[in-house]
């Protein structure tokens, strides 16, 4: 038998105040919704069901990885109603059901395969996660006769004694499918927020005498996001874990606090992690590399032994003990070799620089193709645009670029050669040969004199 997910992500989130659906709001790199989603297939939920409304088109994109089937909720009449637009969905199956919020994206993998052993070891028609907080604003409460789970009120509907009750719905669930489809027809908008509640479910399986439960966890896997302050309070915990993962696994972080790894991110043993870092994407960096303060670097493979300083590297590849930084910009589509020096002030735009290729500083390559052994001097700009089109430079292996020399591309420079510095090349430079392309120096004897401009204290 195959267990289904259904993820509630119809919503709007009024409280965040923005413009993106709020389950689409991002966590250590990833949505909320995308989250839920992999934590569900990775616990065994195959089949995974969103339940879409406000940004619906948006949704259906951003999850669009994910090969989910998809519901859509016209209107937002409350959590209930949205699993009852569901009920297409489920109509034939049979078996168990989760539904989980695209709004609390911490719950963890292990938590959800025990949830899903304690739910059928039970034999419950439901099941549901909750959590014991002292500060239980906004959830909605799990009321008990002794042990005995009788139903879910909201934290709007509650009374006075009830808003004391510290455990609190996660908004997590495992219903027998056939039940909660019957007990949906029940469900009533007579509320102080006039929506139809799932959590209502609870209440009506009880009254039909059917057997539920409830299983505290650890608020941390629980917390719900409905404001921006959540929002951070979510990456935090996200953050300690993903940097607690790879601490674990061998790598250095200098200070956790101030070191921002995506969930996606892999990182080789005995790399150091210096602060104020940001790993982002699908980065994968190499075993015994340093990454001294303040870089960002995306989507891009840095291999072994690598220094980065105070750079950005931007969907590229860096290969195996090439020092990056200070101040370097790795951009898109740049593959740069082994041993190679990026240095300071220096950008690089979708080119490739081969092996041993140095380019120690204040040098602008893009749009072009660079050898072996290379040194490039001090002020080098490849002149990739001619205001109108992007042309391609083709540098060979063991060339010599002297400070301050344009490269106009399209151009070629072959092996072996030699170029001096202030030179504008606009034509081919031939294999082992020296191009000098500036004008010669004339020196004008006594022009200063003679033009009256000598100063005293030099005479
Ligand atoms: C809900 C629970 C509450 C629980 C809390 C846990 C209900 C009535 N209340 O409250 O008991 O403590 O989660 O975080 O279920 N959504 C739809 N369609 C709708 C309304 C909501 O798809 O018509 C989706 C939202 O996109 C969101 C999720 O359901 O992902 C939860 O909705 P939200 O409004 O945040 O519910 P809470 O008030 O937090
Ligand atoms: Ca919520």
Known sequence: ???????????????????????????????????????????????????????????????????????????????????????????DKKGT??????????????????????????????????????????YGRIVRNGSEVVKIVEHKDCTPEQLQIKEINAGMYLFDIEELLASLKSLS???????????????????????????????????????????????????????????????????????????????????????????????????????????????????DNVTVQSSVILNSEVGEGTDVGPFAYIRPESVIGKNTRIGDFVEIKKATIGDGTKVSHLTYIGDAEVGKDCNFGCGTVVVNYDGNKKHKTIVGDNVFVGCNTNLVSPVMVKNNSYIAAGSTITKEVPQGSLAIARAKQVNIDGWVEKRGLFKKKNK
């Open 1 to 91: 038998m195959i267990n289904c997910a259904l993820i509630l992500a119809a919503g709007q989130g009024k409280r965040i105040k923005s413009k993106l659906p709020k389950v689409l709001h991002k966590v250590c790199g990833k949505e909320m919704v995308n989250h839920v989603i992999d934590t569900m297939r990775e616990a065994g939920f195959q089949e995974v069901n969103v339940i879409i409304g406000k940004g619906a088109d948006r949704v259906k994109s951003d999850t669009s990885s994910r090969e989910v089937s998809y519901s859509l909720q016209e209107e937002q009449l409350g959590t209930g109603h949205a699993v009852m637009c569901a009920a297409e969905y489920l109509k």
């Open 97 to 138: 059901v989760a539904i989980f919020t695209g709004d609390a994206p911490l719950i963890q993998v292990d938590t959800v395969k025990k949830f899903l052993a304690y739910h059928e070891e039970e034999k419950n028609s439901a099941t549901l996660l909750s959590s014991i907080v002292s500060d239980a604003t906004g």
């Open 189 to 303: 908008n007579n509320n102080s927020q006039g929506e139809y509640y799932l959590t209502d479910v609870v209440g009506i399986l009880k009254s039909q005498g059917r057997k539920l439960g409830a299983l505290p966890i650890d608020f941390q896997e629980t917390l719900g996001v409905n404001s921006r302050g959540e929002l951070a309070i979510a990456e935090d915990i996200m953050r300690k874990r993903i940097n607690k993962k790879h601490m674990d696994n061998g790598v250095t972080i200098i200070d956790p606090t101030s070191t921002y790894i995506g969930v996606d991110v892999e990182i080789g043993q005995d790399t150091i992690i210096y602060p104020n870092n940001v790993l982002e994407g699908k980065t994968i960096i190499g075993e015994d590399c340093i990454l001294y303060p303040n870089c960002r670097i995306c989507d891009s493979i840095v291999k």
